[in-house]
């Protein structure tokens, strides 16, 4: 009975083939808007959860104060008031793992006829750990290197291939603001950060060597600002307030006084642009939702429409036998298989699009089983549901109002 009613809803739909493939279009452009919108959405939100990652977890930076000079305010980072021994105090409070103290600047760097201007980072080396940044080649400099102030170097992976191409690159010497540096290892790269930085534009050197060799300092042991990284981030809101607490303490601020640093919580920051890229890609997936309801509206008129032509082929049915249940299934199964088909169209022809975006648009894109899988189920549904109503009224008719009908 099943292969019957089935062959019977097949040949009915044979019988005009472009209605059947007009009506099917709309669930095949439902499906594939679906498809490709979800695959932009969840590509959107893998980029800036690649971006976060590479920032570091649970990560604070920590700003010195801004200078004011002839009623003009400096930005944060001007004013000399944040120390190492700082760094120190806060490696001590529970919840931090681990603080990198960081004088950073500007410099030209040459290597043979090659230069090349870029940010030189004077730090220690707990700032590897605390951004989670391997070494694509030779090796880290030590705390040794910071107390002697050695003039060695790490290169990110851009300022590698500017000034050396594909030649090899630990062991040779470059030259930083005119001193001589050699260059013990390559950072991996990271790419751009959340605020489309080249995060691989950057050299480190020991922190001693900046402030004493490359940049200088206005005092003793200055820096500009502190990466701190908490133990986890179930303690973040409160290892930020102990952070407050204690810098306002050591630089004897009163109460009521504005504090001459700035804690920047990173990992808040990274939260709130990930649900940011979360909430747009549900967006662009209701966006795309409404033309599967416009499918399904589509099905449901054309599936009444032939209901109305073929209603004297309903009353013979009747006529000689024909149960209710076995017009509804007849009708049903019509409406299955445009929604089935159609989605299975629509299901491949999205994968394409969302192919097709990526290699165009060098857009990150990812198609996942699970949102595939969810969007042709969605779209079934749908389908079904909207064929059921004219199904439902042709089981319905009266056999004698069905044979007297024109």
Same mark, same amino acid.
């Given at each position: 009975? &099943?292969?019957?009613?089935?062959?019977?809803?097949?040949?009915?739909?044979g019988?005009?083939k472009?209605?059947?493939?007009l009506?099917?279009l709309?669930?095949?452009?439902?499906?594939?808007a679906?498809v490709?919108?979800?695959?932009v959405?969840?590509?959107?939100?893998?980029s800036?959860q690649?971006?976060?990652?590479?920032?570091?977890?649970n990560?604070?930076?920590?700003l010195?104060?801004s200078?004011?000079?002839?009623?003009?305010?400096?930005?944060g980072?001007a004013?000399?008031t944040?120390?190492v021994a700082?760094?120190?105090?806060l490696?001590?409070?529970?919840?931090?793992?681990?603080v990198a103290?960081i004088?950073?600047?500007?410099a030209?760097i040459?290597?043979?006829?090659?230069?090349?201007?870029?940010?030189?980072?004077?730090?220690?080396p707990?700032?590897?750990?605390i951004?989670?940044?391997?070494?694509?080649?030779?090796?880290?400099?030590?705390?040794?290197?910071?107390?002697?102030?050695?003039?060695?170097?790490l290169?990110?992976k851009?300022?590698?291939?500017?000034? &050396?191409?594909d030649?090899?690159?630990?062991?040779?010497?470059?030259?930083?603001?005119?001193?001589?540096?050699?260059?013990?290892?390559v950072?991996a %790269?990271? =790419?751009?950060?959340?605020?489309?930085?080249?995060q691989?534009?950057?050299?480190?050197?020991p922190?001693?060597?900046a402030?004493?060799k490359v &940049?200088?300092?206005?005092?003793?042991?200055? *820096?500009?600002?502190?990466?701190v990284?908490?133990?986890?981030?179930k303690?973040?809101?409160a290892?930020e307030?102990?952070m407050?607490?204690?810098?306002?303490?050591?630089?004897r601020?009163?109460?009521?006084?504005?504090?001459?640093?700035?804690?920047?919580?990173?990992?808040?920051?990274?939260?709130?642009?990930?649900?940011?890229t979360?909430?747009?890609?549900l967006?662009?997936?209701?966006i795309?939702?409404? %033309?599967?309801?416009?499918?399904?509206?589509?099905?449901?008129n054309?599936?009444?429409?032939?209901?109305?032509?073929?209603t004297?082929?309903?009353?013979?049915?009747m006529?000689?036998?024909?149960?209710?249940?076995?017009i509804?299934l007849?009708?049903?199964?019509e409406?299955?298989?445009?929604?089935?088909?159609g989605?299975?169209?629509?299901?491949?022809?999205?994968?394409?699009?969302a192919?097709? *975006?990526?290699i165009l648009a060098?857009?990150?894109?990812?198609i %996942?089983?699970?949102?595939?899988?969810?969007?042709?189920?969605?779209?079934a549904a749908? =389908?079904?549901f909207?064929? &059921?109503y004219p199904?439902?009224?042709?089981a319905q008719?009266?056999?004698?109002?069905?044979?007297?009908?024109?």
């Amino acid at each position: 009975m &099943f292969m019957t009613l089935l062959s019977q809803a097949w040949s009915a739909m044979g019988a005009n083939k472009l209605r059947t493939f007009l009506t099917m279009l709309g669930m095949v452009i439902g499906v594939s808007a679906v498809v490709v919108m979800m695959a932009v959405g969840q590509g959107a939100q893998y980029s800036v959860q690649q971006s976060i990652e590479s920032m570091g977890s649970n990560m604070f930076i920590v700003l010195s104060g801004s200078t004011t000079a002839g009623g003009v305010r400096a930005g944060g980072g001007a004013a000399p008031t944040l120390t190492v021994a700082d760094g120190d105090a806060l490696a001590e409070l529970p919840g931090i793992l681990s603080v990198a103290p960081i004088h950073p600047g500007s410099a030209q760097i040459v290597y043979a006829s090659n230069n090349w201007n870029t940010s030189v980072f004077g730090t220690t080396p707990s700032y590897l750990d605390i951004r989670n940044w391997p070494l694509e080649a030779g090796v880290p400099f030590t705390d040794s290197d910071v107390r002697s102030a050695t003039r060695v170097a790490l290169l990110g992976k851009t300022v590698a291939t500017t000034l &050396f191409g594909d030649d090899e690159v630990v062991g040779k010497t470059i030259r930083i603001r005119n001193s001589p540096f050699v260059v013990v290892g390559v950072l991996a %790269s990271k =790419g751009q950060s959340l605020d489309g930085r080249d995060q691989d534009d950057t050299i480190l050197i020991p922190l001693t060597t900046a402030q004493r060799k490359v &940049f200088g300092t206005q005092f003793q042991g200055s *820096v500009r600002m502190l990466n701190v990284q908490a133990s986890d981030a179930k303690v973040m809101d409160a290892a930020e307030k102990s952070m407050n607490e204690l810098l306002r303490q050591r630089h004897r601020i009163r109460e009521g006084m504005d504090s001459d640093f700035t804690v920047r919580n990173l990992t808040a920051l990274a939260n709130s642009a990930a649900e940011t890229t979360r909430i747009m890609s549900l967006l662009l997936g209701a966006i795309a939702s409404v %033309s599967l309801l416009v499918g399904g509206i589509g099905i449901m008129n054309i599936m009444l429409v032939s209901v109305t032509e073929r209603t004297r082929e309903i009353g013979i049915r009747m006529a000689i036998g024909a149960r209710e249940r076995d017009i509804l299934l007849q009708f049903l199964f019509e409406a299955i298989i445009i929604s089935l088909v159609g989605c299975l169209i629509g299901l491949l022809l999205g994968i394409g699009g969302a192919l097709l *975006v990526n290699i165009l648009a060098k857009t990150a894109v990812i198609i %996942s089983g699970s949102s595939a899988l969810i969007a042709f189920g969605v779209a079934a549904a749908v =389908g079904i549901f909207f064929g &059921f109503y004219p199904a439902r009224k042709a089981a319905q008719l009266d056999p004698i109002e069905a044979l007297r009908y024109q």
